[in-house]
């Protein structure tokens, strides 16, 4: 490669590498809530010890709330009966 190539390269490497770091400065925020959560939960005796452990509890909870939206979204009540999918409850226990 000749030198304008290069330089030209270095030019757009840099540019680059200022658009990432950038990024990084603007996700900074993330890592420092993360931080304190985990500073917060290992002197409650918490069970995240490691940010692996939380980002596997969030998805537990998301998965966990899909399912039971799906559920909700196929029950209904009609009167006093609550049908729920397709079998069907008193809508009022006591």
Request: charge should be negative; hydrophobic fraction near 35%.
């Amino acid at each position: 490669m000749d030198r304008y190539r290069l330089t030209e390269e270095l030019s757009e490497l840099g540019a680059y590498k200022g658009d990432l770091l950038r990024q990084l400065e603007s996700h900074k925020q993330y890592q420092t809530y993360m931080g304190k959560v985990l500073e917060t939960s290992a002197a409650g005796a918490s069970d995240f010890q490691e940010m692996s452990d939380i980002t596997a509890r969030y998805q537990t909870l998301t998965a966990t709330h899909q399912v039971i939206d799906n559920l909700c979204s196929r029950c209904f009540v009609h009167g006093s009966v609550l049908t729920i999918c397709g079998e069907q409850f008193p809508a009022h226990i006591s």
